[in-house]
């Protein structure tokens, strides 16, 4: 049971322009979540988080939005760069549940020049 | 990232061996975890531990084993009954339970 689902295995955007990430939840009880970025052979590295008394985060280029009636997530990259290219993971956690941090397939993410 | 190294970076394992992945930490990290990824998949939580002498079973505990002995080092051990070995491994760390993981490296194993 795929508690974490990120429906698109891929996506290709132009450089310059926005690259939207959806991810999906089914756990009611996660209330913490992330973006990790992982290029091959090498391991993911954080991008941003957010908390589910939020539901928005920003950090420069990069946003996340929550929309917990709907279990859904997004990460909002303005402007992409070629070197965004990467595989993205959403992961997501539920506190006070022994910490463990369930992550989705993964959406890799080409910037074309 | 640097206050994680992983070793070795690619390991190939013969049919009923044993095979024990390292992870080595300076962060001063309480929390250790080790993932295993497939391609085209997710990562999947093999085993964790929170403090010293103390670990527990992820999704995927079968066939492996690990050790916590000190505090900056996470052992993984992949036994011959893991009979389908062959993926990337990760570790990660964290401060504590409600922080986010930090991850080394990787090692991928394959079967000879």
């Known amino acids: 049971d795929q508690q974490v689902k990120q429906n698109s295995p891929s996506l290709s955007v132009q450089e310059g322009r926005i690259s939207i990430l959806n991810c999906d939840y089914t756990?009611?009880?996660?209330?913490?979540f992330l973006w990790y970025k992982k290029y091959p052979a090498e391991g993911p590295t954080f991008l941003i988080s957010i908390s589910s008394i939020k539901d928005k985060n920003e950090d420069g280029r990069f946003t996340v939005f929550l929309n917990k009636s709907a279990k859904h997530l997004s990460l909002h990259i303005v402007p992409s760069q070629p070197g965004d290219s990467a595989v993205y993971f959403c992961a997501a956690s539920a506190r006070g549940s022994n910490y463990k941090l369930t992550f989705g397939k993964g959406t890799l993410l080409t910037v074309n020049p | 990232d640097g206050g994680i190294t992983q070793s070795p970076k690619y390991l190939f394992r013969k049919e009923g061996q044993n095979v024990t992945l390292s992870c080595e930490q300076n962060l001063n990290h309480d929390a250790m975890y080790w993932y295993r990824q497939d391609p085209g998949q997710g990562l999947r939580l093999i085993y964790y531990s929170q403090i010293v002498n103390d670990f527990q079973k992820g999704d995927i505990a079968e066939g492996y084993s690990v050790s916590r002995e000190k505090k900056e080092s996470f052992p993984l051990t992949v036994t011959s009954a893991q009979k389908n070995p062959t993926a990337f491994y990760l570790c990660?760390?964290?401060?504590?339970?409600?922080?986010?993981?930090?991850f080394g490296s990787g090692t991928q194993l394959s079967v000879l």
């Open positions: 990660a760390t964290s401060p504590n339970r409600d922080e986010k993981l930090f």
């Open positions: 756990n009611s009880m996660f209330d913490y």
